[in-house]
C-alpha cells in the first residue's frame, strides 16, 4: 500500500514529528461541524475506522455520515482513526489518541474490497484477534458496514460481530435503541438481541456450507435458530435530508469540498454497475434540504453535489441556480452527456469548474447495449464538442475493458471512438486558444454481486495484458491525449474479493500473516484463483444470497438474459414493480 499524497504534504510542515503530529495537522486543517455539540451525557466510547489513509477517508462521505450519526446519538461519543504508516505503537484515533483496543465499540466502514488487507493490519496492530469466535468479552464489540457490508460481505464477514446491511440513517435508530436499553451493554447481549432488527446481520449465526468434491460450489446456507434466514438490506425513505461533509480539509482527495448528497440510487440499470441496484430506488434529497447544506458552505470550500447521476435530478438546475446565486462553486461527482442542455453547461462553466469528467464504458455499439449504457458515439462528440467551446479544458474519460464477448473489433470500436473526442476537443479549443488536457482512463470489468454481469468471469490476466497492450499501442504517442490503464493486478484482487466468500477469508489471513500474494496464498491453501474468478452457473447458490437486497435473483437473471441478447431496458418508472424494490 502507497502512502497517502496527503501524508507527504503534511510531512512537508515542519511541525509534522509522528503520527501525533500529523494528526495534530490535519486536526487543525479541519472545519468540524460538529465541534460544538454537546457530548456530556455520552457514557460509551466509539470509534469509527477507515481502512484507508487519512485522506481517502475524507473524502468518503459515507463514512463521515457514520462517524455524525453516531455522534448524534447521544450516549455514544465517537471519535476516527484510519490506516497508518507505522503502526509498531498501536493506532490511534486522531480525537483522543485513544488505541483501539480501549474503545467499548469499533466500527470499521468498507468502501474498497483492496483495503481488506489493512483491516488485519489494524487488527494486528492492536494486537486484536482477526476471527470474531477467537475474541472473548475483554475485546470491543467490533462492526462493519458501508457499500461492501452489503454488497458481498463474505470475504471478511467472519472478522466482524456485527454487520450493517445497507443504509446508517435507517438501521441505527433501532440498534441504538437496543444498546441503551441495557443498563450496563453487554457485547454478547448486543450481539444475540440484534438478530430481530431488520439491516443487521451476525454472520457467526450461518454456516456456509460448500461441496466436499468442488470447493467453489455453495451448497447451502444454515442460519441458527433465531436467526432468520437471510439479512434484509433496510433503506432510508424519502422525507429523510441526505448527508453532506460533517468535516471538510485540505488534507483529503477532494480538499475543501463540502460533499452534499443530492439523491441516493440510480434509476438507469446499467448493467455492470452493483451502486445502481444495491441502493435502489432512486431518491431524492429535499431541494430545501440541499439548499441549506448549500447555505452552510464556507467562504473557502465548494459545495459537491453528491450522487450516482448527479445530472439525472429533477432539481439539479434549480440546486445549481441557488448556489451560484449564493456565491458558493460547486462541481459535480458525475456528469451524464444526455443532461448536458446549454443551461447546465453554462451553469457549470459559471462555476468555475475546469474539468469533467465522463463514463463512457466502450465505444462498441454491441457490447454498450448489453451494458444498457446506450449513448450514440456521434452524441459523446458532439457533447464533448460542446463542453470544451465553452472553456471547460479538461476532460476525462473512463473506460472499460475486458467487458464478457468483448472481441478486438470492439476495442477497435473504443480506439475510434477516443481519437473522434480527440479531434473535436483540439477543433473545439481553437477558440480558447490554448488545448486543454484529454485524458482517456480504461479499467478491467470486474463482474460485481449484485449485478445482471454478476454470473460472468473475470477475463484471464493474460488476456487482459494483450488487450491493455493493444489499447495502448493503437493510442500511443498522440499528442493532446493522455492514456492510463489501471492496475490489472489490483482489479485482479478486487474481483477475487468481490465475488469471494468464506473461503476468501482463510485465503486472505494467510496471505496477510505469510506476506504472500493472494495468488499464491490461495495456493498454499490448495485452491484454484480460476475457481474464484470464474462463470457462474446461473442455478448456483451464491456466498451473497445471505443477503435480501430487495432486488430479485430472478429480476437480475431476467436481465442478464438480456443483456447477453443485446436488448435494453428502459429505466425506473411510476409504477413499475420489476425488481422487487418498489412495494
Ligand atoms: S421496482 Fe422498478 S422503479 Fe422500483 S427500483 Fe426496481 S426498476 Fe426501479
Request: one cysteine or more; proline letters at 4%.
Given at each position: 500500500?502507497?502512502?497517502?499524497?496527503?501524508?507527504?504534504?503534511?510531512?512537508?510542515?515542519?511541525?509534522?514529528?509522528?503520527?501525533?503530529?500529523?494528526?495534530?495537522?490535519?486536526?487543525?486543517?479541519?472545519?468540524?461541524?460538529?465541534?460544538?455539540?454537546?457530548?456530556?451525557n455520552?457514557?460509551?466510547?466509539?470509534?469509527?475506522?477507515?481502512?484507508?489513509?487519512?485522506?481517502?477517508?475524507?473524502?468518503?462521505?459515507?463514512?463521515?455520515?457514520?462517524?455524525?450519526?453516531?455522534?448524534?446519538?447521544?450516549?455514544?461519543?465517537?471519535?476516527?482513526?484510519?490506516?497508518?504508516?507505522?503502526?509498531?505503537?498501536?493506532?490511534?484515533?486522531?480525537?483522543?489518541?485513544?488505541?483501539?483496543?480501549?474503545?467499548?465499540?469499533?466500527?470499521?466502514?468498507?468502501?474498497?474490497?483492496?483495503?481488506?488487507?489493512?483491516?488485519?493490519?489494524?487488527?494486528?496492530?492492536?494486537?486484536?484477534?482477526?476471527?470474531?469466535?477467537?475474541?472473548?468479552?475483554?475485546?470491543?464489540?467490533?462492526?462493519?458496514?458501508?457499500?461492501?457490508?452489503?454488497?458481498?460481505?463474505?470475504?471478511?464477514?467472519?472478522?466482524?460481530?456485527?454487520?450493517?446491511?445497507?443504509?446508517?440513517?435507517?438501521?441505527?435508530?433501532?440498534?441504538?435503541?437496543?444498546?441503551?436499553?441495557?443498563?450496563?451493554?453487554?457485547?454478547?447481549?448486543?450481539?444475540?438481541?440484534?438478530?430481530?432488527?431488520?439491516?443487521?446481520?451476525?454472520?457467526?449465526?450461518?454456516?456456509?456450507?460448500?461441496?466436499?468434491?468442488?470447493?467453489?460450489?455453495?451448497k447451502?446456507?444454515?442460519?441458527?435458530?433465531?436467526?432468520?434466514k437471510?439479512?434484509?438490506?433496510?433503506?432510508?425513505?424519502?422525507?429523510?435530508?441526505?448527508?453532506?461533509?460533517?468535516?471538510?480539509?485540505?488534507?483529503?482527495?477532494?480538499?475543501?469540498?463540502?460533499?452534499?448528497?443530492?439523491?441516493r440510487?440510480?434509476?438507469?440499470?446499467?448493467?455492470?454497475?452493483?451502486?445502481?441496484?444495491?441502493?435502489?430506488?432512486?431518491?431524492?434529497?429535499?431541494i430545501?434540504?440541499?439548499?441549506?447544506?448549500?447555505?452552510?458552505?464556507?467562504?473557502?470550500?465548494?459545495?459537491?453535489?453528491?450522487?450516482?447521476?448527479?445530472?439525472?435530478?429533477?432539481?439539479?438546475?434549480?440546486?445549481?441556480?441557488?448556489?451560484?446565486?449564493?456565491?458558493?462553486?460547486?462541481?459535480?461527482s458525475?456528469?451524464?452527456?444526455?443532461?448536458?442542455?446549454?443551461?447546465?453547461?453554462?451553469?457549470?462553466?459559471?462555476?468555475?469548474?475546469?474539468?469533467?469528467?465522463?463514463?463512457?464504458?466502450?465505444?462498441?455499439?454491441?457490447?454498450?447495449?448489453?451494458?444498457?449504457?446506450?449513448?450514440?458515439?456521434?452524441?459523446?462528440?458532439?457533447?464533448?464538442?460542446?463542453?470544451?467551446?465553452?472553456?471547460?479544458?479538461?476532460?476525462?474519460?473512463?473506460?472499460?475493458?475486458?467487458?464478457?464477448?468483448?472481441?478486438?473489433?470492439?476495442?477497435?470500436?473504443?480506439?475510434?471512438?477516443?481519437?473522434?473526442?480527440?479531434?473535436?476537443?483540439?477543433?473545439?479549443s481553437?477558440?480558447?486558444?490554448?488545448?486543454?488536457?484529454?485524458?482517456?482512463?480504461?479499467?478491467p470489468?470486474?463482474?460485481?454481486?449484485?449485478?445482471?454481469?454478476?454470473?460472468?468471469?473475470?477475463?484471464?490476466?493474460?488476456?487482459?495484458?494483450?488487450?491493455?497492450?493493444?489499447?495502448?499501442?493503437?493510442?500511443?504517442?498522440?499528442?493532446?491525449?493522455?492514456?492510463?490503464?489501471?492496475s490489472?493486478n489490483?482489479?485482479?484482487?478486487?474481483?477475487?474479493?468481490?465475488?469471494?466468500?468464506?473461503?476468501?477469508t482463510?485465503?486472505?489471513?494467510?496471505?496477510?500473516?505469510?506476506?504472500?500474494?493472494?495468488?499464491?496464498?490461495?495456493?498454499?491453501?490448495?485452491?484454484?484463483?480460476?475457481?474464484?474468478?470464474?462463470?457462474?452457473?446461473?442455478?448456483?447458490?451464491?456466498?451473497?444470497?445471505?443477503?435480501?437486497?430487495?432486488?430479485?435473483?430472478?429480476?437480475?437473471?431476467?436481465?442478464?438474459?438480456?443483456?447477453?441478447?443485446?436488448?435494453?431496458?428502459p429505466?425506473?418508472?411510476?409504477?413499475?414493480?420489476?425488481?422487487?424494490?418498489?412495494?
Amino acid at each position: 500500500m502507497k502512502n497517502s499524497k496527503f501524508n507527504n504534504q503534511a510531512r512537508r510542515n515542519p511541525a509534522y514529528r509522528d503520527i501525533g503530529g500529523l494528526y495534530d495537522i490535519y486536526l487543525k486543517s479541519e472545519r468540524n461541524r460538529l465541534a460544538n455539540l454537546n457530548r456530556a451525557n455520552a457514557y460509551l466510547k466509539a470509534v469509527i475506522v477507515f481502512p484507508n489513509y487519512y485522506g481517502v477517508a475524507m473524502s468518503n462521505l459515507g463514512f463521515l455520515r457514520a462517524y455524525e450519526l453516531i455522534n448524534r446519538s447521544g450516549f455514544m461519543s465517537c471519535d476516527r482513526a484510519f490506516m497508518q504508516d507505522d503502526l509498531s505503537k498501536g493506532v490511534i484515533s486522531i480525537e483522543t489518541r485513544r488505541r483501539l483496543k480501549d474503545y467499548d465499540f469499533i466500527f470499521f466502514s468498507l468502501s474498497y474490497e483492496n483495503d481488506f488487507a489493512n483491516i488485519l493490519s489494524i487488527l494486528s496492530a492492536e494486537k486484536i484477534p482477526f476471527l470474531s469466535k477467537d475474541r472473548n468479552g475483554s475485546f470491543p464489540l467490533i462492526m462493519a458496514g458501508g457499500v461492501i457490508a452489503f454488497l458481498n460481505p463474505e470475504p471478511v464477514a467472519p472478522l466482524f460481530d456485527l454487520m450493517f446491511i445497507g443504509e446508517a440513517e435507517a438501521i441505527f435508530p433501532d440498534f441504538f435503541e437496543k444498546i441503551k436499553s441495557q443498563n450496563k451493554p453487554d457485547k454478547y447481549e448486543i450481539i444475540n438481541s440484534s438478530a430481530g432488527i431488520k439491516g443487521i446481520y451476525v454472520p457467526a449465526a450461518y454456516d456456509f456450507i460448500f461441496d466436499s468434491k468442488n470447493p467453489y460450489i455453495l451448497k447451502e446456507i444454515k442460519n441458527a435458530d433465531g436467526f432468520p434466514k437471510r439479512a434484509a438490506r433496510r433503506w432510508t425513505d424519502e422525507n429523510l435530508s441526505f448527508s453532506s461533509s460533517v468535516i471538510t480539509t485540505e488534507f483529503s482527495e477532494l480538499s475543501n469540498i463540502n460533499m452534499i448528497e443530492i439523491e441516493r440510487g440510480c434509476k438507469r440499470g446499467c448493467r455492470f454497475c452493483s451502486a445502481g441496484f444495491i441502493y435502489l430506488p432512486l431518491r431524492e434529497s429535499k431541494i430545501d434540504a440541499v439548499n441549506d447544506a448549500v447555505s452552510a458552505t464556507c467562504e473557502n470550500e465548494k459545495a459537491g453535489f453528491v450522487g450516482f447521476g448527479t445530472m439525472d435530478g429533477k432539481n439539479i438546475g434549480k440546486i445549481m441556480r441557488f448556489s451560484l446565486d449564493s456565491g458558493r462553486n460547486f462541481s459535480l461527482s458525475s456528469v451524464r452527456f444526455d443532461c448536458l442542455d446549454e443551461n447546465n453547461l453554462d451553469m457549470i462553466k459559471e462555476s468555475g469548474i475546469k474539468t469533467v469528467t465522463l463514463g463512457i464504458e466502450t465505444g462498441s455499439e454491441r457490447l454498450k447495449k448489453m451494458l444498457n449504457k446506450v449513448l450514440s458515439n456521434e452524441n459523446i462528440i458532439t457533447s464533448v464538442g460542446d463542453i470544451v467551446r465553452r472553456g471547460i479544458t479538461g476532460i476525462k474519460l473512463y473506460f472499460i475493458f475486458g467487458l464478457p464477448y468483448e472481441e478486438i473489433g470492439d476495442l477497435d470500436d473504443t480506439v475510434m471512438l477516443v481519437k473522434g473526442i480527440l479531434k473535436e476537443f483540439i477543433s473545439a479549443s481553437k477558440p480558447n486558444k490554448r488545448i486543454g488536457k484529454l485524458t482517456a482512463s480504461f479499467s478491467p470489468f470486474v463482474p460485481k454481486a449484485w449485478t445482471p454481469l454478476q454470473w460472468e468471469n473475470f477475463e484471464d490476466l493474460k488476456i487482459l495484458k494483450k488487450k491493455a497492450s493493444y489499447i495502448t499501442d493503437c493510442l500511443r504517442g498522440i499528442p493532446n491525449l493522455v492514456v492510463n490503464i489501471n492496475s490489472l493486478n489490483a482489479a485482479f484482487t478486487e474481483a477475487f474479493f468481490a465475488r469471494g466468500s468464506r473461503l476468501s477469508t482463510d485465503i486472505l489471513i494467510h496471505s496477510f500473516l505469510n506476506k504472500t500474494s493472494i495468488k499464491k496464498a490461495a495456493e498454499d491453501k490448495g485452491y484454484r484463483m480460476d475457481g474464484f474468478i470464474r462463470k457462474i452457473g446461473t442455478g448456483e447458490l451464491l456466498p451473497w444470497d445471505i443477503i435480501d437486497q430487495g432486488v430479485t435473483k430472478k429480476y437480475l437473471l431476467e436481465e442478464y438474459k438480456r443483456a447477453l441478447n443485446l436488448k435494453t431496458t428502459p429505466q425506473c418508472f411510476e409504477g413499475c414493480k420489476r425488481c422487487g424494490v418498489c412495494a
